[in-house]
């Protein structure tokens, strides 16, 4: 039995300062397999980190995908706790990065 975890990073605010790439940490156990990112400033970089990892263009392509087991949620703000109940309600564990 595998303990690696298929992952998708949904980026919800931008921060200028911090690269996902540094939000995400460690990936150990984690396979990132979709990404969806605000900040396109750190799109080329972040490629060049998670070259598997497909860029999506909304937050359904990474619930709907049934083989991602965990969602990486970074920078969530006050409106995003629908975004984050939807994650969950599909069944996906969630982590606030």
Do not use: F, W
């Amino acid at each position: 039995m595998s303990n690696v975890k298929s992952a998708g990073v949904i980026e919800c605010g931008i921060k200028e300062e911090t690269s996902i790439k540094d939000r995400i940490g460690n990936t150990n156990g984690l396979l990132l397999k979709k990404l969806l990112l605000k900040n396109k400033a750190s799109v080329a970089a972040t490629q060049q980190y998670y070259p598997q990892a497909e860029l999506v263009n909304d937050s359904a392509s990474i619930i709907q995908d049934d083989t991602i087991d965990v969602v990486l949620v970074a920078d969530p703000q006050e409106n995003d706790k629908d975004l984050i109940r939807q994650v969950m309600q599909s069944g996906k564990h969630v982590r606030i990065i």
